[in-house]
C-alpha cells in the first residue's frame, strides 16, 4: 500500500491507494487501463469489435462525491477506408492501446497544483470509434467495422454509475479535440444521469469547430465533416443547451485541423514560422469568424463561459503547464475553470491583445 497526503486545507487527510493502480513518475500519475469486456455482447466496441476501454481513480476525502469524467480525442474517419485504417490503430482498437496512461493538469491528484479537483473521482475513456462517441450503426456496412460509438458512451456512463457516480454531488464532462466536439454533443445526456440539485456542468476544450462559409478552405471542411456524417450515420440535433465553457485557441492548431482551415495541405500545419503572409492573413480572418460565431453562442446563456487565447496550440486541460500557468485577463486556466464551476465567478475572456497566431512556449510556467 502507498501513503499519499494532501497538502491543502481542502483535503486534510491521508489516503491510502493499491501501489498495482497507480505509480508516480516525475509528479504525473500513470493509472492502469481497464478493457470493459462486458461491453462487447452490448455491441459497445472500437471500430474492429474489440472491447472499449477506460482509467479510473477513486476520489478521496472532499472529493469523495465528486466526479470529472474525460472523452480523449483523436480526430475523425471520413470514408471506410479511413476507418478501415484507424481500426488498426490504437485509435481504433483497444489491443494496441498502452496499458497505462497518465493524468496530468484537471485529472492530476497535485492538491498544490490542482487544488481544485485534485481528490475527485477521475474516469478517463478512450477513444476508438472515429465519431466523437456519436455513432450507432446496428449492422455495419463494411467488412469487419463496427460504428457504436454512441454505445460506448452509454456502457461507460452505467459502468460509472455502478461505480458510484449516482452519488456524485459534483460532475464534469469533459474532453479535448474531437472528445471536446464529443462534450458538447453529450452534455445533455451526461446532465440527465443526475438529480436537478447536483452541479453538474460541461468543459469543451478545443472541441469547438466552425463552419466558417465564406472563407478560405470551407468546401474541404464542408466537404470533410459532411463525410464524417455519411460514413458514421450521424444525426445532429440543431440546438443543444450545454452549459460549458470553451477552453480554446482562436487559431486552429494541428496538421489535420489547420488544413481544414487553409483548404488543404500546407508546411504551416504544426510551425508558424513556416506560414506566408497569405496563410497568416487567411488564419487572422478565421480567427474573427470564430470568435464572432463563439460569443454567439455563448452568450446566449448566463450559465457559460470562455477562456480563448491566441497561442498556436491544440488541447489543454491534461497538459500540467498550460492548466496551471496559461493566462488570459489575469487568471489561470485551472483559476478561471474552478471559479467557473463552482459559481464563484463568470468567466468570459478572450486574449484581444493580437489578431494574429503565436507561438507560445510550452513551459507556461518559467
Aim: proline fraction near 2%; include cysteine.
Amino acid at each position: 500500500m502507498g501513503k499519499l497526503k494532501c497538502i491543502t486545507m481542502d483535503c486534510l487527510l491521508i489516503f491510502t491507494l493499491l501501489v498495482t493502480k497507480i505509480h508516480h513518475v516525475h509528479g504525473d500519475t500513470n493509472v492502469t487501463v481497464t478493457f470493459l469486456d462486458t461491453a462487447i455482447s452490448k455491441g459497445a466496441v472500437c471500430l474492429d469489435g474489440s472491447a472499449p476501454a477506460y482509467s479510473y481513480v477513486e476520489g478521496f476525502g472532499t472529493g469523495s462525491h465528486s466526479w470529472i469524467v474525460y472523452l480523449v480525442g483523436g480526430g475523425w474517419c471520413n470514408h471506410i477506408s479511413d476507418c478501415r485504417a484507424r481500426s488498426s490503430s490504437r485509435l481504433g482498437s483497444s489491443h494496441l492501446m498502452a496499458s497505462q496512461t497518465t493524468f496530468s493538469g484537471i485529472l492530476d491528484f497535485d492538491c498544490t497544483s490542482n487544488p481544485d479537483f485534485c481528490n475527485w473521482h477521475k474516469v478517463f475513456i478512450y477513444y476508438c470509434d472515429g465519431s466523437s462517441f456519436m455513432s450507432d450503426i446496428e449492422h455495419s456496412h463494411a467488412k469487419n467495422l463496427t460504428f457504436r460509438g454512441a454505445r460506448i458512451f452509454n456502457v461507460m456512463m452505467d459502468e460509472m454509475l455502478a461505480k458510484g457516480m449516482r452519488n456524485a454531488q459534483n460532475a464534469i464532462l469533459t474532453g479535448t479535440s474531437a472528445g471536446g466536439l464529443a462534450t458538447i454533443l453529450h452534455c445533455d445526456k451526461f446532465r440527465k444521469l443526475f438529480s436537478d440539485e447536483i452541479r453538474v456542468k460541461c468543459i469543451s476544450d478545443s472541441g469547438f469547430f466552425i463552419h466558417g462559409k465564406g472563407h478560405h478552405g470551407y468546401k474541404s471542411r464542408e466537404q470533410f465533416f459532411g463525410d464524417v456524417i455519411k460514413t458514421h450515420v450521424l444525426i445532429f440535433q440543431t440546438f443543444i443547451s450545454w452549459p460549458s465553457p470553451c477552453l480554446q485557441r482562436a487559431h486552429q492548431r494541428g496538421s489535420r485541423l489547420t488544413s481544414l482551415v487553409l483548404g488543404g495541405v500546407t508546411n504551416c500545419t504544426n510551425n508558424l514560422k513556416s506560414c506566408s503572409s497569405t496563410e497568416l492573413g487567411i488564419m487572422r480572418d478565421f480567427r474573427r469568424t470564430f470568435i464572432r460565431t463563439l460569443e454567439r453562442r455563448i452568450h446566449s446563456s448566463p450559465k457559460r463561459g470562455l477562456f480563448v487565447h491566441s497561442c498556436y496550440l491544440h488541447d489543454h486541460v491534461l497538459k500540467s503547464d498550460e492548466w496551471t500557468c496559461l493566462t488570459v485577463a489575469n487568471r489561470t486556466m485551472r483559476q478561471a475553470v474552478a471559479d467557473w464551476y463552482f459559481d464563484r465567478t463568470s468567466f468570459r475572456e478572450i486574449d484581444t491583445k493580437s489578431d494574429s497566431p503565436k507561438n507560445c512556449t510550452n513551459s507556461f510556467c518559467l
